[in-house]
């Protein structure tokens, strides 16, 4: 055959993943780039449930199609997968015709679905509300999005795919009616960690050095092993780029000074697939397309409790805040529908938060009980105008916009990734020709016989699942290390029990360089329990030291609390305020943390008379006549200050005299 | 038949009650359910740190105290009672060897470092940490405990050398123990205050100080997190301080703070030798009213009413709960509301108004607590009082971040003192 296209994927959710891997098995050469790390979009803000038939009878082509996949998935990811079964439960008063249509619609396309009356129901779960009349069993079950994902992108490079994560796509060039070459920035430190030269100096992904425009095969020669995720990151670049020139015009001139700019790189594939998700629109947008996708944003609320086993949904007309979805020792209440622009135009709000609880407690009353942890938000987009919200289209931009070379994927659901990968990936290989046929549904995803390949992967790629925590970090898997407490190893987070080296494993990253308390957070869950990192988020950041400087360190710090605090905002009331109170006060009060710092200068640098009160009280903001000392609007001159009165102080003690 | 029934037993209800009995109540008593409260404080007692619009901290506290709003509390209750409470509570602990407290220049703010390497600003202290003062211009060595990690020593040294115009040196070095629970805080201290032999059979002082002594160089002076006993604190101190031939200072560090412990503690003996009765353990579960006067309230061990339930009935009642931190202030997703007499607490309407988008912003909910009369009554939404015989002290006092005012310790002391004084003038 001779020639194999090279395909050019946009997007590193379960989708875009689920492509690579298909085409990389069919033999085409494949490249997959991420702006962030993988599973950032929609996938890692989603509900988790692995869909059941049962739950779209009542349109049976997507019933059929849920109903192959679910059982595909579980078959080549039963590792990711946790055979929790749903119920779909009916309320007292609840609309019986919906819950009679979803019986006949299940009966009809030969669904095994049970039946079970309110006594059945409360058997298995007897949390339930007391309104339970009926359900019905389904095959519901949790899916893990971020191994999920992994997996994926684990299994396209065992068949030579090329996945670049922390890379965005920044421009698409159009010639003559055909899609030419892509500009990508590789993010120089993905994370906002702070700056190190390693001495390397030069990009460790492929050929985009600076000027040299190289063509795919040298690019891809220069990488050599393509399995170098998130390779982006390596080596250590000078950020910048378009941002500092926004107004660069896209034309040669302007191509040939962004070059010069060596955290861009182009690539010149056969075909473009973009699979940006939410964000297709904006990649399409790059070429001068526009795609015809609606949004809507979805709320989530993490408790501090599960009260199911099973995911249980309340089966009604309305559709929001009808599920909770069980997780280890948390429970994920979802998920709310409001329409949005885009998925800039998210806002979050305590009012979805209220509704996710009310509707919620209605169904289990437990979970009116624990704290809500956190809330987080998603954004669903799907072709404007399909019946239901997990609709999918291929968008073919040669039909729509006369431009050959890309194809924009709308919609999906993670339930239906594996299809929708295999019918994008059938019309690629069509246009070249190709007639091989997917295998996706035959090959058991990486991990499947032994999950240390799909624990490696997530190391590798540097996703963490807030599902299955720290499994990168299990004892005995670097080294004879161990994570447990003990004598040396002092705990660091309690509420998590997240000791010393599994931060100090965690700031570790394949290029060594230390990583932000985000990252560190991700890795190991420390603040992310109860205390929302009131009582540990500070001793998280003098662990980074003396690794990061002092003021990198505080502003990591910073950086973190923030994160801690956006996600417990929108759920704050009895004791999770209790909380937010108790650690106000030991940030602002105990740790003074929210006033400026304060500087002292000695007698001498401040010459202190003891004056008026006004005087006294006015120097105490004075500033910068005092010479020498860097003075600042914060600084004092420390003899204003109690000195101790007439306490006794002992005399600075003679060297030597110490010494026993 | 009680003279005074004091609801809680934090810093504003220790003075209430005992202003209270030394005023001349005969019988007053103090319903503090939960002593555990003081492992949240620092047994810093800070009485005005910051005002508005100004970044350094206060220097002269009389002066600035005048400068603050009318319905400050300080304004509230007036200046002289403000030092007579002062003194009062400074009085408690001068001529007791107990718990030394300092109140240096007591006029004058007193700067200390944090356990984050901040310079922070209180007024009356312990002399467990009192070596610690930077406003001496001694140098100073911090040694942390690899097993502790509340103070990352090298951090918060290297924090402090920045903002002060002397040596601040940093180690850290093991405890000399193995704890069996995290955070060892306590474990650490009991082991101090037994003075517990070590594997190689040195008793642990002298090990700890033996571990620290190759650290030090020429530093006059010590700091080590607040770990150093919890009944034998001054004796623990004192060893190190001969053994090492320097002065040991503690830096109060997040829960659990053993400062702040040993400050409850001391103050419930205070108020035992005195004759206050104090009821541990049990919250109150319920209170009965007639008119404008409160009746009784009840408490019970377990927190649920039984026919049992025993019944306090007094002739004036102080509400010192807390604010939010301590419970006596709660939300729900609708509202806020004072716990115990449900007296009314003023909020803005909807969630989203209660918090603002930075970690350590200046958040509305912060200042949730009751409004407070010129009698600190709590009052109704229409400004009269809620009942006749109620006053507020403390922090369940709403209105102010008397957190980012610093100024906790002494609005509690403050208040504490004026509506005994108050509450007795009425009775009488
Ligand atoms: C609230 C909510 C709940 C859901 N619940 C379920 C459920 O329970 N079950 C189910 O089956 N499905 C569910 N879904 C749907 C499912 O999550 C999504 O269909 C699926 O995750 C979409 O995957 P994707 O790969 O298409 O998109 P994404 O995961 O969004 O991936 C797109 C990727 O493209 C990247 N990208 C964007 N722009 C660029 C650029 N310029 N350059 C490079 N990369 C770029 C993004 O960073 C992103 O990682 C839910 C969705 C939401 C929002
Ligand atoms: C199925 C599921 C279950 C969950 N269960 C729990 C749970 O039990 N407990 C819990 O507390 N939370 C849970 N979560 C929430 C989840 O861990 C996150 O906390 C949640 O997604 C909120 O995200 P965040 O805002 O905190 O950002 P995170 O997702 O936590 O972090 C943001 C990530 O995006 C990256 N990033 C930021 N900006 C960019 C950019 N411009 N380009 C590229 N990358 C970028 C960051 O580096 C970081 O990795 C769950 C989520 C899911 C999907």
């Known amino acids: 055959m001779g020639y194999t296209p090279h395909i050019l994927v946009i997007g590193g959710g379960v989708l875009g993943t689920g492509i690579a891997r298909d085409l990389a098995i069919r033999g085409l050469d494949v490249t997959l780039v991420e702006r962030g790390t993988l599973a950032t979009g929609a996938t890692g803000r989603m509900q988790g449930i692995l869909y059941s038939a049962a739950r779209f009878a009542d349109s049976p082509d997507m019933a059929k199609l849920v109903h192959s996949e679910n059982e595909t998935l579980r078959e080549i990811a039963g590792h990711c997968i946790e055979d929790t079964g749903g119920l779909l439960v009916s309320h007292a008063g609840d609309s019986d015709e919906r819950f009679e249509s979803l019986l006949e619609g299940c009966a009809e396309l030969d669904f095994p679905v049970e039946e079970l009356d309110a006594e059945a129901v409360r058997e298995r779960e007897p949390e339930l509300g007391g309104d339970v009349e009926r359900a019905l069993a389904v095959p519901d079950a949790v899916v893990d999005p971020f191994r999920l994902t992994v997996a994926n992108a684990k299994g396209a490079l065992e068949y030579g795919a090329e996945i670049r994560s922390h890379t965005e796509i920044i421009d698409v060039a159009v010639e003559d009616g055909t899609i030419g070459t892509v500009t990508v920035r590789r993010d120089p430190s993905p994370t906002g960690k702070p700056e190190v030269d390693d001495g390397r100096g030069e990009p460790a992904t492929d050929g985009g050095r600076p000027g040299e425009t190289g063509t795919r095969d040298d690019q891809r020669g220069d990488t050599d092993g393509k399995e170098v995720p998130g390779s982006g990151r390596r080596g250590a670049h000078a950020p910048g780029g378009l941002d500092t020139s926004p107004s660069l015009p896209d034309d040669v001139a302007g191509r040939f000074e962004r070059m010069k700019d060596d955290s861009l790189d182009e690539i010149d594939a056969d075909y473009v697939v973009n699979a940006a998700g939410p964000w297709a629109g904006e990649v399409a947008g790059l070429a001068g397309f526009d795609l015809p996708l609606s949004f809507s944003q979805g709320a989530m609320v993490v408790v501090d409790d599960c009260p199911v086993d099973a995911v249980v949904t309340r089966w009604r007309e309305d559709d929001e805040g009808n ?29 979805e938060v209220d509704l996710l609880v009310d509707e919620l407690s209605e169904v289990v009353p437990a979970v009116w009980d624990p ?24 968008y073919d931009h040669g039909e729509y916009d006369d431009c050959w070379g890309m194809s924009s994927v709308l919609g999906g659901s993670l339930t239906t990734h594996r299809a929708v990968a295999e019918a994008v990936a059938g019309d690629v290989c069509r246009k070249f020709g190709i007639s091989r046929t997917c295998r996706t549904a ?18 590798e790629f540097d996703v963490d699942s807030p599902l299955v925590r720290r499994t990168r970090r299990q004892p005995g898997q670097r080294g004879s290390e161990t994570f447990e407490a003990g004598p040396d190893n002092p705990v660091v987070c309690e509420c998590q029990a997240v000791t010393r080296a599994e931060i100090q494993d965690a700031m570790r990253d394949e290029s060594g360089t230390a990583l932000d308390l985000n990252d560190v957070r991700i890795r190991t869950s420390a603040s992310m329990g109860e205390c929302q990192g009131g009582l540990c988020a500070h001793r998280l950041a003098a662990e980074l030291y003396p690794t990061c400087d002092s003021e990198t360190t505080e502003a990591t710090l910073d950086g973190l609390l923030a994160e801690r605090w956006k996600g417990q905002r929108h759920t704050l009331w009895g004791e999770g305020l209790q909380i937010a109170m108790q650690n106000y006060a030991l940030h602002a009060g105990t740790m003074n943390r929210k006033s400026e710092s304060t500087v002292l200068l000695s007698s001498r ?35 204003l200050f109690d000195d101790g009165g007439d306490r006794e102080r002992s005399e600075r003690p003679m060297w030597g005299e110490r010494q026993r | 038949m009680t003279d005074v029934a004091v609801v809680g037993g934090g810093l504003g209800g220790c003075m209430a009650a005992l202003t209270a009995v030394r005023d001349g109540a005969e019988s007053v008593r103090v319903v503090a359910p939960s002593p555990e409260r003081y492992r949240h404080e620092t047994g810093l007692i800070d009485v005005l740190g910051y005002v508005p619009d100004r970044e350094t901290p206060v220097v002269r506290l009389s002066f600035e105290m005048r400068r603050l709003p009318d319905d400050h509390p300080y304004n509230l209750v007036g200046a002289k009672v403000v030092d007579e409470a002062l003194e009062t509570f400074d009085d408690l602990f001068v001529a007791d060897d107990g718990l030394p407290y300092e109140r240096g220049q007591s006029d004058r703010n007193a700067l200390f470092g944090t356990a984050t390497g901040s310079v922070r600003p209180t007024s009356r202290y312990p002399e467990s940490v009192s070596a610690g003062l930077l406003s001496d211009d001694r140098p100073v060595r911090l040694v942390g405990f690899e097993q502790l990690t509340h103070l990352g020593a090298t951090l918060v040294g290297d924090r402090l050398a920045e903002s002060v115009p002397y040596d601040v040196a940093a180690t850290s070095v093991d405890f000399p123990m193995t704890p069996s629970e995290y955070p060892p805080v306590v474990e650490f201290a009991r082991a101090l205050d037994r003075n517990e032999e070590t594997a190689d059979g040195t008793p642990i002082r002298e090990a700890l100080a033996n571990e620290i002594r190759p650290e030090l160089d020429v530093e006059p002076r010590v700091g080590v997190p607040a770990v150093l006993g919890l009944e034998e604190s001054e004796a623990v101190r004192s060893e190190l301080e001969t053994d090492l031939q320097a002065e040991v200072f503690e830096i109060p560090i997040g829960r659990p703070n053993l400062p702040g412990m040993r400050l409850g503690r001391r103050l419930f003996e205070v108020l035992e030798a005195e004759g206050v009765i104090v009821d541990e353990g049990a919250p109150v579960v319920g209170v009965e009213t007639a008119g404008e006067r409160i009746e009784n309230v009840s408490i019970a061990e377990d927190g649920t009413e039984t026919e049992d339930t025993e019944q306090v009935r007094a002739d004036t009642y102080v509400l010192a709960t807390g604010g939010l931190a301590a419970g006596g202030i709660e939300a729900d997703r609708e509202g806020v509301s004072e716990r115990v007499f449900d007296c009314h607490v003023p909020h803005p309407d909807g969630r989203e108004n209660w918090t603002e988008a930075e970690p350590l912003g200046d958040h509305p909910f912060v200042e949730f607590g009751v409004n407070v009369d010129g009698e600190l009554r709590p009052c109704g939404p229409d400004g009269t009082p809620e009942y006749d015989n109620l006053r507020a002290v403390g922090r369940v006092i709403g209105g102010r971040d008397f957190v980012a005012e610093q100024s906790t310790g002494g609005v509690a002391i403050s208040t504490g003192y004026a509506a005994a004084l108050s509450a007795l003038r009425d009775e009488s």
């Open chain 1, 323 to 351: 599920t909770v979805v069980p997780y280890g020792t948390n429970a994920l209440l979802g998920t709310t529908h409001r329409d949005v622009a885009g998925p800039h135009d998210v806002t979050e709000e305590g009012a």
């Open chain 1, 371 to 394: 704290h809500a942890l956190r809330s987080y938000w998603g954004v669903r987009s799907w072709p404007e105008g399909a019946d239901s919200e997990h609709g999918f289209a291929i």
């Open chain 1, 442 to 459: 035959g090959i058991p995803l990486p991990g499947s016989e032994d999950e240390q390949i799909l624990d490696d992967a997530m190391a």
């Open chain 1, 605 to 639: 640098e401040a010459d202190v008379s003891t004056g008026s009160d006004d005087q006294e009280n006015e120097k105490s903001g004075m500033s910068g006549k005092t010479g020498g000392v860097s003075p600042s609007a914060n600084s004092v001159p420390l003899g």
